[in-house]
């Protein structure tokens, strides 16, 4: 009985150990790689790794099994949302007109170039939105009434796992673009506010999972996991403008775009959802007016 009890925590321990060495050992590929570009995508590369690390940051507490009130993390999640509203607004969709009229657009088109960017990020998002919900991650649930509520329970922490992973995609993308083509001081603000954000998602993502029964361990994997894409969608993004220049209007439009649908359709939401709304929405104007003071004051 004892070994029976044990066994499954050597397991586990085995597993976790493995997927770190193979994360640490993926990181070292990146960083070997990466050192053939220039400045700006080193500057990508450890963008996207601060704001990969602050996720895993987020997933502390749920590893050391301490408790955050609701209205704590959804403040949190309120000042992140606000922070990257800012951020959407002076690091990607400003600097994005700008580019499009330093390559010679007049500012009806270089607005329009924008607007367009800002759709095609939207629709980006709905369109892996979609395809995730179309996968099926709970085939063989108990079918049972108890059944069919834990099935919901699944299904609802599995969808938001999966929208908190997808939106680190547009997060990483924007880094990257921010380093190759946005005054580096503006990037470094940008990265900084993803990052601030990405704490709470890694709390957010490993709470959802704990809470519907799964282990501590698997719990905070996965909340790490889901932050490890930035790093690489940040190097993606800074390697793709820096040899396709025309893009980064584009590019930088592109990343507003997703952004800005995330956190009106996701973020805000789930702050307000737990009847916390008047103080999620005061955290939102916070994080706002840290992020303008980061990208105009401190620029």
């Known amino acids: 009985m004892p070994l029976a009890r044990v066994f499954p925590v050597w397991r586990y321990a085995l597993g976790a150990a493995i997927c770190l060495g193979g994360a640490l050992a993926l990181l070292h590929q990146i960083v070997s790689g990466v050192q053939a570009f220039d400045a700006s995508v080193h500057g990508a590369l450890m963008g996207g790794a601060t704001a990969a690390l602050a996720t895993a940051l987020g997933t502390l507490p749920v590893l050391l099994s301490q408790n955050f009130s609701q209205r704590t993390y959804d403040g949190f999640l309120g000042f992140g949302a606000g922070v990257m509203l800012a951020a959407t607004a002076f690091s990607l969709v400003i600097p994005g007109i700008a580019a499009a009229r330093s390559e010679g657009a007049g500012a009806l088109e270089a607005s329009s170039i924008v607007g367009g960017g800002i759709l095609l990020g939207m629709g980006l998002v709905l369109l892996l939105d979609h395809l995730v919900r179309e996968q099926n991650f709970l085939e063989g649930v108990d079918?049972?009434?108890?059944?069919?509520?834990?099935?919901?329970?699944?299904?609802?922490?599995?969808?938001?796992?999966?929208?908190?992973?997808?939106?680190?995609?547009?997060?990483?993308?924007?880094?990257?673009?921010?380093?190759?083509?946005?005054?580096?001081?503006?990037?470094?603000?940008?990265?900084?506010?993803?990052?601030?954000?990405?704490?709470?998602?890694?709390?957010?993502?490993?709470?959802?999972?704990?809470?519907?029964?799964?282990?501590?361990?698997?719990?905070?994997?996965?909340?790490?996991?889901?932050?490890?894409?930035?790093?690489?969608?940040a190097v993606g993004g800074a390697v793709l403008i820096e040899y396709a220049r025309w893009m980064l209007p584009w590019g930088l439009a592109l990343a507003a775009g997703a952004m800005l649908f995330v956190i009106s359709h996701d973020v805000i939401p789930e702050a307000h959802r737990h009847g916390h709304a008047k103080s999620a929405s005061c955290s939102v104007v916070a994080g706002f007016i840290l992020m303008m003071v980061l990208d105009t004051a401190l620029a």
Not at 176 to 191: E, N, P, Q, R, W
Request: hydrophobic share 50%; net charge positive.
């Open 143 to 233: 079918a049972t009434k108890d059944g069919a509520l834990r099935r919901d329970s699944l299904k609802r922490a599995w969808l938001f796992v999966a929208a908190v992973a997808i939106h680190n995609l547009p997060e990483g993308l924007a880094i990257g673009v921010a380093y190759a083509g946005v005054d580096v001081t503006k990037a470094h603000s940008l990265a900084t506010g993803i990052s601030i954000q990405d704490v709470p998602e890694g709390l957010v993502v490993a709470l959802a999972l704990r809470t519907v029964g799964y282990g501590r361990l698997f719990s905070c994997a996965l909340g790490i996991a889901s932050g490890l894409i930035e790093p690489v969608a």
